[in-house]
């Protein structure tokens, strides 16, 4: 069974997380090929950027990080804290990890600016959050080739540019990890796609 961290940032945005939850816990339900999700921190319990206070299952240094087959990384607010963990060399590392052994890693919105403050996406594609120059003159700084799309994949990375975007990023997880017919029926099950009744 494919395994991924559900990476929980200080001051994340509840939604752009629980797209995750949902569609990889939809795979062991309802899909024709379960995924395993796990949420990991840098602390014990995470506020996030609506109020809403949660506990990652493990810390960081709790896990191995070679029993996972992709990284899952929330955007967040700045006002709530969120770059004090994105911008931890705990988490760059494993970032820089993953992808030296060519590792599915995905982000929602400014999710991205970790990946590539980490250096994995010098010279590479990539978008963040479209309403904010500040962040995507960042990533140029960072040498990211900025593509204003609202899903960017290069190779083992997704990036994309809002919450909006957030569910498409987690079915794109599941599709990779597991296979087109997966994706559609757990689509199914949610309510994407309609199935006639007879």
């Given at each position: 069974?494919?395994?991924?961290?559900?990476?929980?940032?200080?001051?994340l945005e509840e939604y752009e997380a629980s797209v995750f939850t949902d569609a990889i816990g939809w795979t062991t339900t309802y899909g024709l090929e379960p995924i395993e999700l796990v949420t990991v921190g840098l602390r014990l319990k995470v506020k996030c950027a609506w109020n809403f206070t949660i506990e990652?299952?493990?810390?960081?240094?709790e896990i191995d990080i070679d029993d996972f087959d992709a990284l899952a990384i929330p955007g967040g607010m700045s006002r709530s804290g969120f770059y004090e963990d994105a911008f931890d060399e705990r988490l760059l590392s494993l970032i820089r990890h993953f992808n030296s052994q060519d590792k599915l890693i995905a982000s929602v919105c400014v999710g991205a600016l970790p990946i590539a403050r980490s250096g994995v996406l010098n010279g590479r594609?990539?978008?963040?959050?479209?309403?904010?120059?500040?962040?995507?003159?960042?990533?140029?700084?960072?040498?990211?080739?900025?593509?204003?799309?609202?899903?960017?994949?290069?190779?083992?990375?997704?990036?994309s540019r809002s919450p909006s975007t957030a569910m498409d990023v987690a079915f794109t997880v599941v599709e990779k990890l597991t296979s087109t017919a997966n994706l559609e029926r757990i689509k199914e099950g949610m309510g994407f796609v309609e199935k006639a009744c007879v």
């Open positions: 069974m494919k395994k991924v961290i559900l990476f929980l940032c200080q001051g990652p299952e493990f810390q960081l240094s594609n990539g978008t963040t959050y479209h309403l904010s120059e500040k962040r995507q003159t960042q990533m140029k700084e960072m040498g990211v080739n900025i593509i204003q799309q609202p899903v960017v994949i290069d190779k083992n990375i997704i990036t």
